[in-house]
């Protein structure tokens, strides 16, 4: 990578200052790839559409990002990271705007997808950008910063979402949690464009734009009837658009490779999915991250439906849960994952499973009577196993990858991880409005989904064997990783 004449002499003598500019994009996009969760019901209520509205906010945003990650790298690569990062963040800030102000369901749809590519654009340059600006000595410093700001994050999300609906600032109610990007983006804007130096790569590769189209083809095919299928009482081409995701899938995989062979830029490495640890880490990365993102939304669904909380009580409601996973993040960084490796993910996913059956268990004890402190145990537990079987995952699937494909394996495995969380909103969420529109009750409702978590979290504890045992420190640098999100 060459830094234009922008960029001093590492270290940059700005990088703090950047590196702060940078932290609050990655803060912008995970109270909202959060907040949705907590306040879609009351946006439905306020805004009108159907139940599957409350799916869409956040599996249109998570597909979104879920594509465009994947290409997101190497427009920085291509048009300077700073200038794309401007792109992105000014993007961003102005999708945030037009969420605010959405006076249909579709615009609100229309604008959270956008928010989603926007968040693709800017989010992958502050890596680039922090290894541009940092001496190696300095570098893990300035990574391990992300964890203390995604754990705030996780933690402080919902309770935000809920009290700003509450709080209804201006008589704007739900639109405030999109309209509070504003002043925060446009800082970012400020902050970048004065403190964020121009740096891209000296040997780019060219976009891959076939290959955006056939994942983004296929990811659709996949979520679209999922979402929409139970309102329309799943007609015969929802199971045909079903069928047809992983042929395009398949079609995608077959183009990479012929062009790779012809001496191309394929979007992804096709070496990649010949190395079981890397194949089996996307395998078990999508059904935990389905897990995770659809427990959330179904927990926050049953705690305002079911039980009638308000959405600031929904948000505190779901601290114990991110709490648990800022501990089990913090015990894995102790050394934890250093000296398990893979058998903490298996730990993790089991801790976990038993704390999603565990709030299973309350709900058949307690009933429609139950509390946020009786609730507070089992979703502890499961923060707890959640963070645990994250802290290591990334650095364990990328081991056996060679130093050449790192950056494709790396933007891959993100991808994956919004995909799947695109995938459990879209499957545990239709599971849930099933049951209801059957006839169940929400609290028999909730706990066959939930049941249905601690099978997907079983299953990760299986896939989790074609994983290797160890991380390869040498092999996955942390130069080269994405920060793990929440």
Known sequence: MTPTPGLEAPPYRWRWIALAVILAA?????????VTNVAGPTIQKELGGSASLVQWLGA???TAMAVGLITGGRLGDLYGRKRMFLIGAAGFTASSLLCGVAGSPEMLIGARVLQGLFGAVMLPQGLGLIKEMFPPKEMAAAFGAFGPIMGLSSVGGPVLAGWLVEADFFGTGWRMIFLINLPV?????????RFLPESRSSHAARLDLPGVGLVSLGAFLLIFPLVQGHELDWPAWTFVSIAASPVVFACFAWFEARKQRRGGDPLVVPSLFRKRAFTGGLLAGLVFFSALIGFSLVFTLYAQLGLGYDPLHAGLASLPHAIGGVIGFVAAGAGLAQRLG??????????????????????????PAVTIWQLAPALGVAGLGMGLSMAPFFDIVLAGVEPHESGSASGTLTAIQQLGGALGIAVLGTVFFNLLDSGWS????????????????VLTFALAFLLPLKARPEQTPVADKEPVRV
């Open 185 to 193: 983006g446009l800082l970012a804007l400020a902050g970048a464009i």
């Open 26 to 34: 990655e803060v912008m996009d995970l109270l909202d790839a959060l």
């Open 442 to 457: 929400f609290e028999d409702a909730a706990r066959l989904t939930i049941a249905i978590v601690s099978g997907m979290l």
């Open 60 to 62: 249109g945003y998570t």
């Open 342 to 367: 893979r058998v903490l993910i298996h730990i993790g996913a089991l801790v976990m499973a038993a704390g999603v059956a565990g709030l299973a268990l309350t709900l058949t004890l307690t009933g």
